[in-house]
């Protein structure tokens, strides 16, 4: 399937939405790496383990973490479909 130059100047649109969402996303997540001084690889773990507590911050830095893996997987596929 061939991409129109119209269709490709949209996902160039969404892919730089993406770089917005996933800056932002970053941002957040290294506040709580410091705010809590523990990486988001360990704190994933430790917070799907059932290891922390009920914290709003906990399931804020959780939600961020999971979209921030999303954002990425979609802007990853939009640079492929561009190029």
């Known amino acids: ?18 770089s917005n969402a996933i800056a932002f996303y970053k941002r957040a997540i290294k506040d709580f790496e410091q705010k809590y001084n523990l990486s988001t690889r360990a704190f994933l773990k430790k917070f799907e383990a059932g290891e922390v507590g009920d914290d709003a911050d906990y399931f804020d830095w959780y939600g961020f973490a999971k979209l921030l893996d999303q954002w990425q997987k979609t802007q990853s596929a939009i640079r492929s479909a561009i190029q």
Do not use: F, S
């Open 1 to 18: 399937m061939q991409i129109t130059e119209e269709i490709k100047t949209l996902l160039r649109r969404e892919y730089l939405l993406c």
